[in-house]
């Protein structure tokens, strides 16, 4: 199995925080239109109701994920096959999980990744946060790999960007499409991603986020906090 869609290529993650007033179907299908007609040759959504909302609105390929939030366990992206049946069967074209080694409600990593395989006939997304991560996660068969989880587990500090680093040395060790993802706010960052090799570059609340690109602007803004 391949990624769905061309490389070199910007994909837009659509998706709203439930407090936020963009949150719903129908607005992240029209976002997710407004991604297409920009230039956006992919969608990640997440949840069944979105992804049939964007699938209905457009043509593009869709990464899925169901974020299954679970007190006792900090995996929530994806976690287990029945989540991500849900999104399979809603119209996404590739399935996100969550590939870290932290403990989940759902099948262990090897087992959601040959069922996603086997039982839906989806290629996988594997979101890691380290290199050792995305070895197994390939091990057991992945597809592809994305720096998404990095700076969000304990098991690697945050960079005040996009980890590069992390970035780095996925693409010289694994013979997989790399997605960077995390953190891009501009352009010359795209750039560079692309410059050491990612398939794609996944961008969310730098497009997809008014509220927080307003709040970093607006710290621009005299007595805001400058």
């Given at each position: 199995?391949?990624?769905?869609?061309?490389?070199?290529?910007?994909?837009?993650?659509?998706?709203?925080?439930?407090?936020?007033?963009?949150?719903?179907?129908?607005?992240?299908?029209?976002?997710?239109?407004?991604?297409?007609?920009?230039?956006?040759?992919?969608?990640?959504?997440?949840?069944?109701?979105?992804?049939?909302?964007?699938?209905?609105?457009?043509?593009?390929?869709?990464?899925?994920?169901?974020?299954?939030?679970?007190?006792?366990?900090?995996?929530?992206?994806?976690?287990?096959?029945?989540?991500?049946?849900?999104?399979?069967?809603?119209?996404?074209?590739?399935?996100?999980?969550?590939?870290?080694?932290?403990?989940?409600?759902?099948?262990?990593?090897?087992?959601l990744i040959r069922c996603?395989?086997?039982?839906?006939?989806?290629?996988?997304?594997?979101?890691?946060?380290?290199?050792?991560?995305?070895?197994?996660?390939?091990?057991?068969?992945?597809?592809?790999?994305?720096?998404?989880?990095?700076?969000?587990?304990?098991?690697?500090?945050?960079?005040?960007?996009?980890?590069?680093?992390?970035?780095?040395?996925?693409?010289?060790?694994?013979?997989?499409?790399?997605?960077?993802?995390?953190?891009?706010?501009?352009?010359?960052?795209?750039?560079?991603?692309?410059?050491?090799?990612?398939?794609?570059?996944?961008?969310?609340?730098?497009?997809?986020?008014?509220?927080?690109?307003?709040?970093?602007?607006?710290?621009?803004?005299?007595?805001?906090?400058?």
């Amino acid at each position: 199995m391949t990624l769905p869609f061309a490389t070199p290529a910007l994909v837009v993650s659509c998706q709203a925080r439930p407090d936020s007033p963009l949150h719903g179907p129908a607005f992240m299908a029209a976002m997710a239109k407004a991604a297409a007609q920009g230039g956006a040759k992919a969608i990640r959504a997440n949840g069944p109701d979105d992804i049939r909302a964007i699938r209905a609105a457009t043509g593009v390929p869709i990464i899925g994920l169901n974020k299954i939030r679970d007190e006792q366990h900090p995996v929530y992206i994806t976690p287990s096959l029945e989540s991500a049946r849900a999104v399979a069967e809603a119209g996404a074209d590739m399935i996100a999980i969550d590939a870290t080694s932290r403990p989940r409600a759902g099948e262990p990593v090897s087992d959601l990744i040959r069922c996603i395989h086997s039982d839906l006939g989806k290629p996988v997304l594997a979101d890691v946060d380290t290199l050792e991560c995305a070895l197994a996660a390939l091990g057991y068969g992945a597809d592809a790999v994305a720096t998404t989880l990095a700076g969000y587990t304990e098991n690697r500090a945050k960079s005040p960007g996009p980890d590069f680093d992390l970035l780095r040395q996925l693409l010289e060790t694994v013979r997989v499409p790399v997605i960077a993802e995390g953190r891009v706010w501009t352009a010359d960052e795209v750039a560079h991603a692309f410059e050491l090799g990612a398939a794609a570059v996944v961008i969310g609340t730098a497009i997809t986020n008014p509220r927080e690109i307003t709040r970093r602007f607006g710290a621009a803004v005299p007595g805001n906090g400058r």
